[in-house]
Structure formats: C-alpha cells, structure tokens
C-alpha cells in the first residue's frame, strides 16, 4: 500500500513512522525543506534508541527509514491509496492543499486529515469526492500512542469509513469510531479532568500537589491533573478548552478557567518553559501534598463524577458506542479504567447523587446531570 503524509512536524512524522513499519511505501510531504530534513533526522535517532533496546534490529530499522521518501513535490503522492494530512490547523489552508492534491490522486485514494478541532465535514466540502473523506484523529506521539479516533464527514461513504479503519487497525492501533463533533470522543470528555481540578484550587478546596496526590493515589490515574496540564503545556491545554467551550456555542460545561489563561499569558507554560503550576528549575521547591484521605476522596469522586457524566452524555447524544468510548479514555489518556464502567462499579445512582448535590451547590451549567444516567438510575439499568 503506498501512503502520503502531508506535513511533517510533530504528527505527520509520527505517522510516516507508523506507517512505515507496517510495511507500506510512504511519501512524505511538506513545503518547509527544513522540516523534512528535521523530520527525516529525528526518525534515525528514534530507531537508533530502538536498536538500543533491542525493539528493532539494524536491518529492520534501515527497511523502516528506507521505505519512506520526503520530498517537497506533492507530485509524488501520484499512485496513493490512503493520504493523511497534518500541516498546520488552519481551514482555508488544508482547503487549498486537498484541492491541489486531489487533481494528483486517482478516483479511490482515500483522502484523510489529523486535525484536532476542524469539522471533518467542513474540510471534506472543499473536494470534488468528498464521500472519499474521512477524519483519523492519531495521538502524540503516534507511535506510541495507540488509540485512533476515525471521524467520518456528514458526505463520507460506509465503505470508505471501514476501509480506513480496516487500514488503521492493521498498523496495529486500537480505532474507535466518532461522529463528527468538537474534540471528538477524548478531548470532549477529558475537559473535566482539568477544569474540575482548577475550579476546586480556585476555590481553594485544596492545593494543585494535593489535587495530584489525590488523582493518582486514590484515584488510580497515571498523572495528576497539574502535573498533566503542565506536561501538555497551558497555551496547548487552554486553547482546546476555548475551542471545545466555542464549538459548543458557549455551553458551560466547557468553561474555560482564568487560571489557565493567566498561566499561558505569563509564559508559564509547564514543563517546556521550566515552569507551570509546578517549578522545574533544579533544586526547585514545590509545594507538598497534604495527603487527607477524605479530602483526597472527595475530591476523587468530585472530578471522576464530572468524567463519567461527560462520557455519559457523549453516549446519550450517540457521539460513539459505550464500548468506543471507554476504549478511547483507556488507550488515548491513558484512564485507569473505562469511564462507564467505572460508572457501573461506583453505581449509578451513586453518579447522579454527586452531580445533583453539585448542581444544588453551584446552580451551574457545568453540574448538570446527563438524562441518561438520571434514567438509568430510575430503571436500575447499567451501560455494560
Ligand atoms: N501536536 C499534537 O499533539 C496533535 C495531536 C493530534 C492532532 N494534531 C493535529 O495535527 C496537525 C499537525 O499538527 P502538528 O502538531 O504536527 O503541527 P506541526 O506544526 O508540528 O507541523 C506542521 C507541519 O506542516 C507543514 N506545513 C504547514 N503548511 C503546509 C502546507 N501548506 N503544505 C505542506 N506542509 C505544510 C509545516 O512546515 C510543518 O512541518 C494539526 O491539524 C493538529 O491539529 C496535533
């Protein structure tokens, strides 16, 4: 199978890789000749540190490298059966770029995009085909992560949305399937893992560190709230909050927080500028967690109830299948567990308890309990 990758920073290098490894020709595309060079040049490092570890050998990594061409024609994606785009998240210039592309490729080349917050269905308007359009939402970084979310556009056709996913699984990457909404499937319920968070420091329910102590102690997630916010970096974290919250014409559930904005404004983006709600710096003192156990519960059961009424609600408006999107939270963020079925282990009634004695608390959007959960709890019903 011969693939295209337009553009090739972060993304599109990521998935020249994977690709590439699993055994198809690979064109990689992308105006800057710099970002080539660079791109070309990191994926000989990263299989250097694969040799390393005995994850590749010399003759499989040389194969990997060998079967991808970077080149700055987009002439070259002649013959393509599957390209994927991800240059820079700006309509009118991935527009520009499919309709250069499709006067190149033949009839059935699927054409396919990573964006993170662009309808699918506005990027496919643009084409002749736009039934041959699909979304394929991949993860940073893409050969590591192992989730795919698969959007199919308003025009796309059932055959094309099963042969990309049929492609994407066979890269060995777990696909769900998302209707073409804002965030998709993971940045649409993973909003309350962060706001939540922030509202309860703002409000001084407790520190960032006890937060994050919380979360993963008691709440068995891999990272702290803080800690993962930092590691994104806030200008990244806030703008995709601001999108989703936009998207959704301002519901506010998706509220955007002050304390974030100010973090990105004062350039304190996290780990990459050395600080972020936490210090970097070496030697850097950070605050200590005040490990409280039932302060540590409450607020376990305070951001997990957000998390599953989100997923809840995501199911209720038929964004995706239960099963899809508990695999999306476990595979694209790594969740300890399914977040419905989580739901079921907790109890329902349990979830819509929480909720109900938040919303009583706040009179705020933001605690409004999804239907579907209040009516499982009335007929007793669970999602698995
Ligand atoms: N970075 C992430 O974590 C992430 C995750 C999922 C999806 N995405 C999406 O993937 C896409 C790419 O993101 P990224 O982070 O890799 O961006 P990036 O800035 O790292 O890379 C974009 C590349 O596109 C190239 N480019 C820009 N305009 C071009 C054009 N007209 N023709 C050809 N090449 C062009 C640039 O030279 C650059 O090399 C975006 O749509 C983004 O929303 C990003």
Same mark, same amino acid.
């Given at each position: 199978?011969?693939?295209?990758?337009? $553009?090739?920073?972060?993304?599109?290098?990521?998935?020249?890789?994977?690709?590439?490894? %699993?055994?198809?020709?690979?064109?990689?595309?992308?105006?800057?000749?710099?970002?080539? %060079?660079?791109?070309?040049?990191?994926?000989?490092?990263?299989?250097?540190?694969?040799?390393?570890?005995?994850?590749?050998?010399?003759?499989?990594?040389?194969?990997?490298?060998?079967?991808?061409?970077?080149?700055?024609?987009?002439?070259?994606?002649?013959?393509?059966?599957?390209?994927?785009?991800a240059i820079v998240e700006n309509l009118e210039i991935k527009h520009k770029v499919f309709t250069a592309l499709e006067a190149i490729v033949s009839e059935d080349c699927i054409i396919a995009s990573n964006t993170s917050s662009l309808s699918i269905t506005s990027l496919a308007a643009c084409l002749q085909k736009p039934e041959r359009f699909v979304g394929v939402h991949f993860f940073n970084p893409a050969p590591l992560m192992k989730l795919v979310e698969i959007i199919p556009a308003v025009q796309t056709e059932a055959t094309i949305l099963d042969q990309a996913k049929a492609t994407i699984d066979s890269w060995g990457k777990t696909t769900v399937t998302v209707k073409d909404t804002p965030g998709f499937i993971v940045n649409k319920v993973a909003r309350p893992f962060y706001s939540e968070a922030i509202k309860m420091l703002e409000e001084g329910t407790a520190?960032?560190?006890?937060?994050?102590?919380?979360?993963?102690?008691?709440? $068995?997630?891999?990272?702290?709230?803080?800690?993962?916010?930092?590691?994104?970096?806030?200008?990244?974290?806030?703008?995709?909050?601001?999108?989703?919250?936009?998207?959704?014409?301002?519901?506010?559930?998706?509220?955007?927080?002050?304390?974030?904005?100010?973090?990105?404004?004062? $350039?304190?983006?996290?780990?990459?500028?050395g600080r972020g709600f936490y210090k970097y710096a070496e030697g850097a003192e950070n605050i200590e967690p005040t490990k409280d156990p039932l302060l540590g519960e409450y607020i376990v059961s305070r951001i997990v109830a957000m998390l599953i009424n989100e997923a809840a609600d995501t199911l209720h408006v038929n964004i995706a299948t239960a099963k899809d999107i508990d695999l999306a939270m476990q595979n694209g963020v790594n969740y300890p567990k399914g977040l419905l079925a989580w739901a079921d282990e907790k109890g329902i009634q349990c979830c819509v308890t929480v909720m109900d004695e938040l919303f009583d608390e706040y009179r705020e959007e933001r605690y409004r309990c999804s239907p579907i959960l209040r009516k499982m709890a009335k007929n007793s019903t669970i999602f698995f």
């Open positions: 199978m011969k693939v295209g990758v337009i $553009g090739c920073g972060t993304m599109g290098s990521g998935i020249a890789q994977v690709a590439s490894t %699993a055994n198809c020709d690979v064109v990689v595309y992308d105006l800057s000749a710099d970002a080539l %060079a660079k791109s070309k040049l990191a994926l000989a490092k990263v299989m250097a540190r694969l040799i390393e570890k005995g994850r590749v050998t010399e003759q499989q990594s040389q194969a990997i490298q060998d079967r991808i061409t970077y080149s700055s024609e987009l002439n070259l994606m002649q013959g393509a059966d599957f390209v994927i785009e520190d960032f560190a006890t937060i994050d102590w919380a979360m993963k102690e008691i709440g $068995g997630f891999r990272m702290g709230p803080f800690q993962l916010m930092d590691f994104i970096g806030h200008d990244v974290n806030y703008v995709v909050t601001e999108t989703v919250f936009k998207a959704f014409y301002y519901d506010g559930r998706y509220k955007p927080s002050f304390t974030q904005k100010r973090l990105s404004e004062a $350039g304190y983006l996290g780990r990459k500028s």
